[in-house]
Nanobody
């Protein structure tokens, strides 16, 4: 499985961005796709995930502001981020979980200015 993340950038507080993660390879084995983030000096943390059934989970700090979704026809998972805050500044990574492996995409930097 290969993952290509995109969509990061610089945005003012209160603004929006949409991240994309395109999957290729043995995508039929993917059970869960997720977005993680890592701020400077902090550990990587989970942001949101979506299962093969379409069920979603969002961490409390982004609940109501971020939405994870997917387009099966495009093999792409999205993270719509609204009402962005400076504390959302981080490198965002997508992750795919199969029954036997975990795959990470390259990070995409999101910078939210105050």
């Amino acid at each position: 499985v290969q993952l290509q993340a995109s969509g990061g950038g610089l945005v003012q507080a209160g603004g929006s961005l949409r991240l994309s993660c395109a999957a290729s390879g043995n995508i039929f084995r993917i059970l869960v796709m997720g977005w993680y983030r890592q701020a400077p000096g902090k550990q990587r943390e989970s942001v949101a995930s979506i299962g093969s059934s379409g069920s979603t989970n969002h961490v409390d700090s982004v609940q109501g502001r971020f939405t994870i979704s997917r387009d099966n026809a495009k093999n792409t998972v999205y993270l719509q981020m609204n009402s962005l805050k400076p504390e959302d500044t981080a490198v965002y990574y997508c992750k795919a979980t199969t029954p036997t492996s975990i795959y990470w995409g390259q990070g995409t930097l999101v910078t939210v200015s105050s």
